[in-house]
């Protein structure tokens, strides 16, 4: 903690990811704040040990733009002096639904998603956080425990090198994503285990970086072919321009239909998707690298804010709660929303009050749940993904949700208000809005596309 005694609470967050660095950042208008990292951070923006999923494609929803900037005045803007781009969805986008339509790209829409490289994003949020002379980082630090009783906590353990310590907190934040250990943690403190949900669709991921082919270096749509739940399995892909001219291409595929680390068959991978034009696009592009593969794919939830007890002095944030798929891209959205609902909070709650974790814990489950509930509503549906196969009613729902999608796709109005709830902004019943209902029952005014919509200058660029 900091050597110097300020009279403010003190505050430890377990982790320095997106989620970590975020919620320190909130916390920091309350408490000193230190941030306890296993590894060391790269001095630039480089792929770090710790996050072994930033190679692939990532995506900031409207939501989490919002969000950044609230709790960041201004990181948005530095992201992109640095190369990340504001692409207007879907006007800047090709994508085609999972019921294998293809969606009009809109110009006028206000729905912006941040695009880069994760180490980009990972350097930009680190350096602007840790400027902030109330927040301490300890890398190469690694907490073994929490410290304290079943009704409260008051600090972790520690080791860093050979050596062993307590630090004390008035608030311990758990933001150490999937590998998090704190079920066990509070487990050893007597509290009885909480309830959780796997849904795993077996999605593998392979990407691969390249060269952004003939003039497309600036400016280039995101190209999308999503998976089909109702076809099993389901294969999809994505062409992210990013900073410095190149593409970062991620294609996916569940059980039976995965993709491989095999360079030789990348391009073949994508040219038998349901569509082939990630294949057409890359086949001629230079690539950067080898593939990359990774598995660890499921949604999984632990349901902290049903305990019936919960101590004081602690909370779990981000990927330490829930896991999705990454194929949805609301992590990063939902770690920002994460670290507002703390800070809103503490606006109105002292922070060392009894009850006020508890407080916490309920208010961030709320953007958790909402990007649960849209990963799970199509993952659920893959053979094999759960125990628990969708009911009647979870059925009914994701099929209203394939006629909103198809609704959005050809008409602006219907977009806009699937958007809200794709992006996080708004909740699911913003789909039984006027603006979804009446063109869904009127019916689109133009046919569907039958094919990607890329300009003819654009597939001109890329050959």
């Not at 280039?220 to 089909?228: D, H, S, Y």
């Not at 800070?343 to 309920?362: E, F």
Request: hydrophobic share 40%.
């Amino acid at each position: 903690m900091p050597e110097i005694d300020t009279g403010r609470p003190a505050a430890i967050v377990i982790g320095a990811s997106a989620s970590g660095l975020l919620v320190a950042a909130a916390l920091a208008e309350f408490a000193d704040v230190t941030i306890i990292e296993r590894d060391s951070l790269p001095n630039g923006p480089e792929p770090r040990r710790g996050i072994p999923q930033a190679h692939h494609a990532h995506l900031l929803w409207t939501g989490g733009v919002k969000a950044f900037d609230e709790l960041l005045p201004g990181v948005i803007d530095q992201l992109v002096a640095r190369g990340a781009r504001l692409v207007r969805i879907m006007g800047d986008m090709v994508s085609r639904a999972p019921n294998e339509v293809w969606f009009r790209r809109f110009e006028n829409t206000p729905h912006r998603n941040l695009v880069c490289s994760r180490p980009l994003l990972d350097h930009v949020l680190s350096d602007r956080v840790l400027h902030d002379p109330r927040i301490e980082l300890r890398e190469n630090t690694t907490v073994l425990g929490l410290r304290g009783a079943a009704t409260i906590v008051g600090g972790v353990q520690v080791r860093s090198g050979e050596t062993e310590k307590t630090l004390h907190a008035d608030l311990v934040v758990d933001a150490s994503g999937r590998g998090t250990r704190a079920p066990q943690w509070l487990q050893a403190l007597g509290l009885p285990k909480a309830e959780t949900r796997e849904v795993d669709a077996g999605v593998t991921y392979a990407t691969r970086l390249f060269k952004a082919p003939g003039t497309t270096a600036d400016g280039f749509p995101l190209v999308n072919v999503q998976a089909n739940p109702a076809n099993p399995p389901g294969q999809g892909g994505i062409i992210l321009p990013i900073e410095d001219g190149r593409w970062i291409v991620t294609l996916c595929g569940t059980r039976g239909g995965e993709p491989t680390g095999d360079n030789e068959q990348f391009v073949k991978f994508a040219l038998g998707l349901g569509d082939p034009v990630i294949g057409e696009l890359i086949k001629n592009a230079e690539p950067i690298g080898d593939v990359r593969t990774s598995r660890a794919t499921a949604n999984s939830r632990r349901y902290y804010e049903k305990m019936k007890s919960w101590p004081d002095g602690f909370v779990a944030v981000g990927d330490a709660i829930a896991g999705y798929n990454p194929v949805y891209g609301h992590g990063l959205t939902v770690a920002a929303q994460c670290a507002l609902a703390v800070r809103d909070v503490l606006r109105t709650h002292p922070l060392t009050s009894s009850g006020t974790a508890k407080r916490m814990q309920r208010a961030v489950a709320r953007p958790v749940g909402a990007a649960w509930n849209l990963a799970v509503g199509q993952d659920a549906l893959y053979p094999g993904a759960s125990d628990t196969p969708p009911n009647a009613v979870e059925r009914i729902l994701a099929r209203y949700v394939d006629r909103c999608v198809e609704t959005g796709a050809g008409n602006p109005r219907a977009l806009g208000a699937l958007l809200d709830v794709m992006s996080l902004l708004k909740p699911p019943s913003r789909l039984f809005s006027p603006d979804m209902v009446r063109p869904m029952l009127v019916g689109p005014k133009k046919p569907p596309l039958l094919g990607a919509p890329l300009t003819e200058g654009e597939r001109n660029a890329a050959s």
